[in-house]
C-alpha cells in the first residue's frame, strides 16, 4: 500500500482547484448568457478558490511544511466538490 506525500498532494490539489476555478468561471458566463447577474454566485466561488489556491502556491515554492499542510486542508473542500462531479 502507497501512500501519497503533501509533496505529491499539494501540486495535484492546485492543479485540481485550478480546473475547478476555470469550471466555474466558464459556468458563470453561461449564467450571465441566460439573466443578467447569472453568474454572480460563481464568479465568487472562483475568487475564494482563487486566493485559497494562491495560498497554497506560495506554500508549496516557501517549502514551509506546516503551511503547506495548512494550504491543503484549506483546498480539501473544493477538491471534495471537484472529485464529487
Known sequence: MMTETLGDALPAAIAKVSELIGAQEAQAKELDEMFKGGGDG????????????????????????????????????????????
Open 42 to 85: 460563481n464568479r465568487m466561488v472562483a475568487s475564494v478558490l482563487r486566493v485559497k489556491r494562491d495560498v497554497a502556491v506560495a506554500a508549496q515554492q516557501s517549502g514551509d511544511v506546516v503551511a503547506m499542510l495548512r494550504a491543503y486542508q484549506e483546498l480539501k473542500p473544493a477538491l471534495d466538490l471537484a472529485n464529487a462531479e
